[in-house]
């Protein structure tokens, strides 16, 4: 990677900061457990409003008994393509809110 392009990424995370530590303690307070479809769409829902925010087209495949599929995609002007996958349900037993949000700075 070229010294120009990791420095603007790096201003560009240090400057979303705590927008994103913001974001991160809202989807970890969100019941998303896999059986539980209103929280794990709840939480696509949420997902999808930040990436269309960010300009991409979204597709919801609906789902019956567990939460939607997203699929987001964004044009670009380049030859390379870039795919990012992930998941929005947790590992949380039914009935629960969520994880305690909390944040730990452990020095070394």
């Known amino acids: 990677m070229n010294a120009s392009i990791e420095k603007k990424l790096k201003d560009c995370f240090l400057n979303k900061n705590l927008e994103m530590l913001e974001m991160l303690r809202t989807i970890v ?6 059986h539980y ?3 794990v ?7 999808t409003e930040k990436m269309i925010g960010l300009g991409f087209n979204i597709e ?5 008994e567990f939460g939607n599929q997203i699929i987001s995609r964004k044009e670009g002007k380049g030859q390379r ?7 929005l349900d947790t590992v949380l037993p ?6 305690p949000f909390r944040i730990k700075w452990f020095l070394y």
Do not use: A
């Open 94 to 99: 039914g009935g629960k809110k969520g994880f």
């Open 81 to 87: 393509r870039i795919l990012i996958m992930g998941h």
């Open 29 to 34: 307070n969100i019941n998303s457990q896999t």
């Open 37 to 39: 479809k209103n929280g």
């Open 60 to 64: 919801v495949i609906k789902q019956k």
């Open 41 to 47: 769409e709840y939480l696509g829902q949420l997902m």
